[in-house]
Nanobody, 120 residues
Framework: QVQLVESGGGLAQPGESLRLSCAAS????????MSWYRQAPGKERELVAK????????NLIESVKGRFTISRDNAKYTVYLQMNSLKPEDTAVYYC?????????????WGQGTQVTVSS
């Protein structure tokens, strides 16, 4: 049974940092591309960052490049999203998702989400 459990969300002021973690279980983590999505109020869910299995190739949307970093620790079955220089427009529920494959951007499983609020 696949489980993805996010943690690390909360309230941050503009310019501050947060690190999200997603603990995975129920599948062979190192073989699966992983991703972070987010959904802001009234908006569609969007892919923020993804990381491949194997080489750990990454891709991030333009609005977070230079501020966010996605990484993974295969030994700990965990994927991270380091978020620096946070902006109010980063406010959203952030979801961890396993991908069917790195290039399809099609999620196969979702976490329950963690709220990130950026406000002064």
């Amino acid at each position: 049974q696949v489980q993805l459990v996010e943690s690390g969300g909360g309230l941050a002021q503009p310019g501050e940092s947060l690190r999200l973690s997603c603990a995975a279980s129920g599948f062979t983590f190192r073989n699966i591309a992983m991703s972070w999505y987010r959904q802001a109020p009234g908006k569609e869910r969007e892919l923020v960052a993804k990381i491949s299995s194997g080489s750990g190739r990454t891709n991030l949307i333009e609005s977070v490049k230079g501020r966010f970093t996605i990484s993974r620790d295969n030994a700990k079955y965990t994927v991270y999203l380091q978020m620096n220089s946070l902006k109010p427009e980063d406010t959203a529920v952030y979801y961890c998702a396993a991908l069917r494959d790195y290039y399809s951007d099609i999620p196969s499983d979702w976490g329950q989400g963690t709220q990130v609020t950026v406000s002064s």
